[in-house]
């Protein structure tokens, strides 16, 4: 029986990280194509994370450790290996293959030469003192924030939220201008952005969520903004 079980462990650490020679021949050129799958949820920028952390300096990381991300699963956090060109050959293959509780909901890329590219592209984002070396060559410079909102701390004051008051099934939002816009509640969308892309403290902006013009969504700097803005009064 002990015998059985190495044998699986084997063939499942096999599978899981992949080939190295497999992933050692990428292209980075190509491999700017391929991050097309990541962009969404990932930037290239140190320290600037969306859905999933920054991808930049991965190469070379303990699995679970990006500074400040704080939304790995419990599996990534005690994963206990190195970000290499193996590894990554192997969750970009299939990531619940390796790690099953991952949060992340990418199925996986079977294509190894697409892989290959893609890790190519990983091995030098975010070289050179901290700016991303892709940066001029290889991809366009929007896409090292990844999915990243565009900052609205600048927002005009028909967009700066002034009073959030509820009633009954309604939202009625007050702008520094003084107008008072009514939304169902369930088009209205309460949401917090912390970092750098999100508005001053103290000064809530709604955006458009909708292309009905219905939908908004209201984005404080803080929990303690949201949760002083917001009153229960009809």
């Known amino acids: ?16 990280f992949g080939s190295l020679s497999a992933s050692a021949e990428g292209d980075p050129k190509r491999g700017a194509n391929a991050y097309r799958a990541c962009v969404a ?17 991965i190469v070379g990381r303990m699995a679970g450790t990006a500074q400040s991300y704080v939304r790995y699963s419990q599996g990534l956090k005690g994963a206990g290996f190195e970000w290499n ?22 199925e996986g890329m079977p294509n190894a030469g697409e892989r290959a590219d893609l890790i190519a592209l ?19 410079a929007a896409w090292l924030r990844g999915g990243a909102p565009d900052p609205i701390r600048n927002a005009p004051p028909e967009a700066r939220v002034a009073e959030i008051r509820h009633c009954g ?12 816009i009514p939304f169902w509640e369930k088009n209205v969308r309460l949401k917090i952005d912390s970092v750098e892309t999100g508005p001053p403290p103290g000064v809530p902006v ?21 949760q002083s803005f917001v009153k229960e009064q009809c």
């Open 169 to 180: 099934d309604s939202f009625f939002i007050k702008t520094e201008t003084g107008g008072v």
């Open 1 to 16: 029986m002990k015998r059985n079980v190495i044998f699986i462990s084997t063939l499942t650490l096999g599978f899981a």
């Open 85 to 106: 060109e193996a590894s990554l050959d192997g969750w970009l293959e299939n990531p619940r293959a390796m790690i099953p509780d991952t949060y992340m909901v990418f």
């Open 122 to 140: 990983l091995r030098i984002a975010g070289k050179d003192g901290g700016k991303p070396a892709v940066a001029d060559s290889l991809i366009p």
């Open 206 to 226: 709604m955006l458009g969520a909708g292309m009905g013009g219905d939908r908004v969504s209201v984005i404080f700097a803080n929990l303690a903004d949201l």
């Open 41 to 57: 949820c990932h930037a290239l920028e140190p320290d600037l994370h969306l859905s999933g952390p920054s991808l930049a300096n």
